[in-house]
């Protein structure tokens, strides 16, 4: 009951900022736009709508983690916060309170998403509901890493690192915006690192049927997601305490 | 009954000592004043009686149950009504209230019914659709101690409930917490001094985390040799802090 309360009141307040809902939507959504203009007058096989639709749903993706660390960075700071703070709440309640309601959310995202990629000439296939469910670990990592910079930043320092660092290294890193293996060396070594290639990798793999192929990259994914959230819960748990002295 | 005792309650900060050896009892259903200049500790203490900072030494305990021990037992029968408004500002005046109601374990039918009733005991009825970000200043710290007594606790604490109203407002406040104080347990901090004598049974007084006198209004005032209430504040505050 507590959770599914706390839950109510968050997605309540996510939803009713309107900027989250431009940014979150239409920002992924002109940048669909834009490539398919693209693509259309100098095609290019990475601009290919089946190829740029995953990489486009995980960039959407990116600005959950704004959402998500703006949230919880604001409520730290407030009053309201301590309210809270003294309820019958446990750490628990409060980060699935935070996470259950912005994982529809980011399931939504990308279905609208892949929508516009149906309505820009994506084929309608049993594949595109496959890269769907495949990108959920993603949505999780992404709400991890908001959880995770709510809990340790102030709100102005979650806008410059959720808003500007992570939606840009998410989307350099990820090999959406062009073939990693163009730039190679260190540069791709760092980007096969870390989750978002991979994100964006299992993506594609599930849109082109290449089954074998999902789970390698989604084992990268589900492991940055289990291990980010478990810190976030650690230092939301500390921050907590810090916060009340 | 007993609604806190505490015994050598202290809290330090990397060696500065907010709150030193408190020693006090307070009675259910009385209306306790704590006073005390910034940094007099006042906080600290309410921090430590609502569970939300953990005693260094000492113990407290909220109907006998120990707040280094207990809190669990403890956090579903008391509330705060913070200094600074806290509310959710998206949300509506209603929402607000369901949302306190559910946290405390009541289900959406009987929140739904307490949020109605408080809304009409609280004179909230014109703005219960409003989001709470747009309210009056009054309204809003209206909604805040609604919010804390939604959940029907049996100890309150308020930390400076009429900062920043005026006077018609102020009043207002004054009227709604003295009705509260027939039911229920209440620990005031304001820097209204009038505030404390009219609302309060009996005060306190901290200087620099050490409570230095208890009792009525009447009594802290003979007791300073003072005119009145505000000078024997000024008095005790000054001639301790030195």
Known sequence: MKISAFALRNSREILRDKLNLAFGLGFPLIVLLLLSAIQANIPVE????????????????????????????????????????????????????????????AVMQTIICFIAAIALGLTISMNILLAIIVLIPSAVLFIAIGLLCGSIFNDRQVGGICGALLTN???????????????????????????????????????AGQFDMIIPHLIWVIGYAAVILVLAIYAFTVKAKSDNK | MTAIRTENLTKKFKGITAVNNLNM?????????????????????????SCLIKPSEGDGYIFGKSITKDSYNIKPIINVSPQETAVAPNLTVMENLELIARIYGNDKNSSLVKTKNIIASFGLGEVQKQKAKILSGGYQRRLSIAMALISEPKLLFLD??????????????????????????????????????????RIGIMVKGELKIIGTSAEITRKANAANFEDAFIYISESEAV
Request: charge should be neutral.
């Open chain 1, 169 to 207: 290294l998410s989307a350099w890193l990820s090999g959406t915006w062009f073939d990693l293996s163009l730039v190679g060396g260190t540069f791709k070594k760092i980007a096969e690192l870390l989750p978002f290639s991979h994100a964006v990798d299992a993506g594609r793999a599930a849109m």
């Open chain 2, 160 to 201: 400076e409930p009429t900062l920043g109203l005026d006077v018609l407002a102020r009043r207002e406040l004054w009227k709604v917490i003295k009705k509260l104080k027939e039911n229920m347990t209440i620990i005031l901090t304001t820097h209204y001094l009038e505030e404390a004598v009219a609302l309060s049974d």
């Open chain 2, 25 to 49: 009892e307070i009675m259910e259903n009385e209306l306790f004043a704590l006073l005390g200049v910034n940094g007099a500790g006042k906080t600290t203490t309410i921090k430590m009686l």
């Open chain 1, 46 to 105: 990475l601009f290919a709508i089946d190829h740029i639709t995953p990489g486009i749903a995980v960039f959407g993706l990116s600005f959950i983690s704004l959402f998500s660390g703006m949230l919880i960075a604001k409520d730290r700071t407030s009053s309201f916060m301590l309210r809270l703070y003294i309820s019958p709440m446990k750490s628990s309640d409060f980060i699935l309170g935070y996470t259950l309601p912005l994982l529809p959310m």
